[in-house]
C-alpha cells in the first residue's frame, strides 16, 4: 500500500501544477458556497493527462470542471483520478467534487472519496487534501482502510507523507486483523 499511496500523492501533486501554481500554508476544505458565482469557464467531459518523458503519471476524467479566476480555483464535478506506475494504474481515486488552487497547489477531493489501490486495499472517507506546502494527504475526517482478507483500520483524521512511509490515523483508532493468515480476525 505504501507504493500506491506514493502514487496517489504525486498524482495529487501533478494535478495541481496545471494551475500555475505559488506556495501558501493554510489548507481549505471545500466551502461550495464560495462557488455560488458563475464560472470564467465550464468545461463539460473534462479529461486532463499528465505524463514525465514520455510516460503518463496519471490521468483525471471528471463531468464537469468549472474554473473561478476570482477564486483561483477549478472546481471539479463527479471525479476519477487514474494514477499510473508505467503502464499499469496503480491506484484510482473517485469523489463527488473537487478542487485545485491555482496558488498553493492544494487540491482537495470530497464527497464520497473513494481510492482503490492496485493491491486491492480500498480507502475511503468524506474528504482528502493534499498540502503542497507540506508535502502531505490529510484529513480531519473519518477514515477506513480495508485490505484484502480483512484487515481493518478505521478513525478520525488521517496524514500521508508524500511516499506514504509514515500513514498516520490520528484519533479513536480501531483495527481488525487476519494476523496470522488463518482466518482467525483479532481485534484492538
Known amino acids: 500500500m505504501r507504493r500506491a499511496g506514493l502514487f496517489l500523492a504525486a498524482a495529487f501533486f501533478a494535478a495541481c501544477l496545471l494551475a500555475g501554481c505559488r506556495e501558501k500554508e ?3 476544505t471545500i466551502d461550495i458556497a464560495d462557488f455560488d458565482q458563475e464560472p470564467d469557464m465550464v468545461m463539460t467531459d473534462f479529461d486532463y493527462s499528465m ?6 503519471s496519471w490521468d483525471l476524467h471528471c463531468r464537469e470542471a468549472d474554473k473561478y479566476d476570482t477564486l483561483r ?14 503502464p499499469a494504474v496503480k491506484a484510482v481515486l473517485t469523489s463527488r467534487i ?14 464520497n472519496v473513494r481510492v482503490v489501490f492496485n493491491d486491492g486495499a480500498v480507502l475511503t472517507t468524506e474528504s482528502l487534501t493534499w498540502d503542497d506546502s507540506r508535502q502531505v ?4 475526517d473519518f477514515v477506513r482502510i480495508v485490505k484484502p482478507g480483512g484487515d481493518m483500520v478505521t478513525g478520525y483524521g488521517l ?19 487476519n494476523k496470522d493468515g488463518s482466518g482467525k480476525i483479532t481485534d484492538f
Do not use: H, P
Not at 74 to 84: E, R, S, T
Not at 137 to 140: A, F, G, N, P, V
Open 73 to 86: 480555483r477549478f472546481l471539479f464535478k463527479d471525479v476519477k483520478l487514474n494514477l499510473f506506475d508505467g
Open 137 to 140: 494527504l490529510r484529513t480531519e
Open 26 to 28: 493554510d489548507v481549505e
Open 159 to 177: 496524514t500521508m507523507d508524500r511516499n506514504a512511509d509514515e500513514i498516520v490515523i490520528k484519533r479513536r483508532v480501531k483495527g481488525t486483523f
Open 51 to 56: 505524463s514525465t518523458d514520455g510516460v503518463k
Open 98 to 111: 473537487g478542487t485545485a488552487n491555482y496558488n498553493d497547489r492544494n487540491m482537495t477531493a470530497q464527497s
